[in-house]
């Protein structure tokens, strides 16, 4: 069983610094979209696209990265991952 990874998401404190940061550094296509949401369109073939935006006080998140895989059957796989630790 392969299981791809589908969809990203990299999330701070400022989210167009965090954009001009990784679109530079990894030649990314990356747009403004609305509410604080840049889009990560890919370039090529085999990319994936992703969202980089703001985390808030609100939001009760924290900094981070978030990979979206895509599962044939999502309660298998969260069994699995609880098995497993």
Do not use: R
């Amino acid at each position: 069983m392969s299981n791809a990874v589908v969809h990203f998401e990299l999330s701070g404190e400022d989210g167009e610094k965090l954009s001009k940061f990784y679109g530079s550094v990894f030649g990314w296509n990356i747009e403004y979209n609305t509410h604080n949401i840049y889009s990560v369109e890919s370039v090529l073939d085999n990319g994936i696209d992703g969202h980089i935006f703001t985390t808030t006080d609100e939001d009760c998140s924290t900094n981070g990265i978030t990979i979206y895989v895509q599962v044939d059957d999502v309660y298998n796989s969260i069994q699995m991952v609880e098995e497993l630790g």
